[in-house]
Nanobody
Framework: QVQLVESGGGLVQAGGSLRLSCAAS????????IAWFRQAPGKEREFVVCVMWVGGGTRYADSVKGRFTISRDNAKNTVYLQMNSLKPEDTAVYYC??????????????????WGQGTPVTVSS
């Protein structure tokens, strides 16, 4: 089992920044990749970005490229999501997820087996 706890969400004005954290515990060696997904009100959950524990490879959704940056601290088993130039359309609950073994840089939800409880982000215009 892997436990994921997100933090750092909140209310910010458009153009502002937030940094989300995802702290992983448990059998973290059993997962290759940590991703961030988000779900806006009335919409389906969508992929945002992912990073591999080993090597640090990343994959970003087009909608956040150049504004969001994912990073990891392997010693702390923590993944960070730095979100800059936030827009109202970034408003959502942000979830971190841990992949199945061998998941790679995948954006598909069904490749992620563990999920956090989510942290809300609200961007006001």
């Amino acid at each position: 089992q892997v436990q994921l706890v997100e933090s750092g969400g909140g209310l910010v004005q458009a153009g502002g920044s937030l940094r989300l954290s995802c702290a992983a515990s448990g059998r973290t060696f059993s997962t290759d990749t940590i991703a961030w997904f988000r779900q806006a009100p009335g919409k389906e959950r969508e992929f945002v970005v992912c990073v591999m524990w080993v090597g640090g490879g990343t994959r970003y959704a087009d909608s956040v490229k150049g504004r969001f940056t994912i990073s990891r601290d392997n010693a702390k088993n923590t993944v960070y999501l730095q979100m800059n130039s936030l827009k109202p359309e970034d408003t959502a609950v942000y979830y971190c997820a841990a992949s199945f073994p061998g998941g790679g840089l995948t954006s598909a939800e069904n490749n992620y087996q563990y999920w956090g409880q989510g942290t809300p982000v609200t961007v006001s215009s």
